[in-house]
């Protein structure tokens, strides 16, 4: 199969699409999301955190004593999680049972 073929896929709304291989730019989109709730804290198209906490101030729990999942490492994974990637898994129709009418999703 070559890397230019692409499969059909449909969202909740049955609008038709293709997979490219690519994952969405997640952080983009929500950087996108951050600008539009809170327009004031973009700077020359940076966030200005600063002024984010400003905005949020009663909202923002830092206080050193909290309850937190933490292991060596987890500020890396997220990092990496918010990385667009190219290994997007494909679905194959050849070994695949009841293609056109299984509404159900195997990932082994």
Known sequence: MNVEDSYKVYDDNMIESKLNGKSKEILKENITKLKSLFPEIATED???????????????????????FSWNGKKKAISEAQKPSTGTLRPCKQESKDWNTTENLYIE
């Open 46 to 68: 940076k966030i200005d955190f600063d002024k984010l906490k400003l905005l949020l101030s009663d909202e923002i729990d830092d206080s050193p004593e909290r309850y937190n």
